[in-house]
């Protein structure tokens, strides 16, 4: 990123125009990726296929296999993410606590846990946790989008989690076939003019957070190319959009190379996917959260 691309960002998220987007990444250290959790299931239940590495095609299997998918994200759930460890949120640099600093009034994330809700907790916000209602008999209260009146909506910011939240098992995007039900249900609101105006019944992208798409730009952390939720996000969200509504976004990613890459074919792949993402609007920093988060820190003088 250049120097100017900073000065935009930070001058962005400092004044709260700014949309952060959280995918498992930005939980690194606390819980494990999606790569490890694929391989851990799938010598749990001998999965016999080749692409053991992905998470969706093995929960699906295994939830064949019990014959109950709500057992299975349960059990999941149990096992990988409820009791784990959080981040220091006392940690200026952790992804969670650096973010919850700003006064940034929407939040959005794929992650099942609820470490942003609980950075914001300890930043002294009182922050609403919304989960997207994208199944069937998902709950939806428009009144969750609105904070107390008189209240700054920074003070009170949305949470809101696209592919489920761990005390609602029914709610998350885990198997193959639930990511399917979750591009019919984007598929069908795309169709759909973007209001910004509240209404009764559930919408995908409810009204507050079609207009936080729509007119600020947006902070992508924890997610990688290769990554099926990244592209869902890249190609069913952000290219959605009309072009007079396009800003332009910044991604942390992390160089997809084999070990052992050459220098060359680093430089290669690095301008190849600068281009890539630059079709979309977005800049790229090349490297881990944990270094973005730092080199933030320094650039925003320490952050709020």
Request: net charge negative; proline share 10%; aromatic share 12%.
């Amino acid at each position: 990123m250049e120097d100017s691309e900073w000065d935009r960002l930070v001058a962005q998220l400092k004044a709260g125009r700014c949309a952060p987007f959280l995918g498992a990444g930005a939980c690194h250290g606390s819980l494990k990726l999606g790569s490890q959790l694929s391989e851990q299931w799938a010598d749990e239940y001998d999965y016999p296929f080749v692409d053991r590495g992905d998470l969706a095609q093995v929960m699906r299997y295994v939830t064949v296999c019990e014959g109950d998918p709500i057992y299975v994200k349960e059990k999941f759930l149990d096992q990988d993410i409820r009791g784990a460890a959080p981040p220091d949120f006392a940690n200026p640099c952790e992804p969670h606590a650096a973010l919850a600093r700003f006064p940034i009034p929407i939040y959005l994330t794929t992650n099942y846990d609820d470490f942003m809700v609980r950075a914001l907790q300890f930043a002294g916000k009182k922050p609403r946790q919304v989960l997207c209602p994208w199944y069937p008999s998902a709950p939806f209260h428009p009144e969750d989008f609105h904070p107390p009146e008189g209240e700054p909506p920074a003070v009170h910011p949305i949470v809101y989690h696209l592919h489920g939240h761990a005390n609602a098992p029914e709610s998350l995007v885990l198997t193959e076939d639930d990511y399917i039900e979750f591009l019919v249900a984007l598929g069908e609101e795309r169709n759909q003019p973007v209001y910004m105006s509240d209404s009764p019944s559930p919408s995908f992208l409810p009204p507050p957070v079609a207009e936080s798409l729509s007119r600020m730009p947006l902070l992508f952390v924890g997610y990688s190319l290769r990554d099926w939720t990244f592209q869902v996000i890249l190609q069913g969200i952000v290219k959605a959009l009309p072009r007079t509504m396009h800003r332009r976004h910044v991604s942390v990613q992390m160089l997809p190379l084999q070990a052992g890459a050459t220098d060359d074919q680093r430089r290669r792949a690095e301008s190849y996917l600068t281009r890539y993402f630059n079709g979309l609007n977005i800049s790229v920093y090349w490297g881990s959260a944990a270094d973005f988060f730092r080199e933030l820190d320094q650039r925003a003088g320490g952050m709020p």
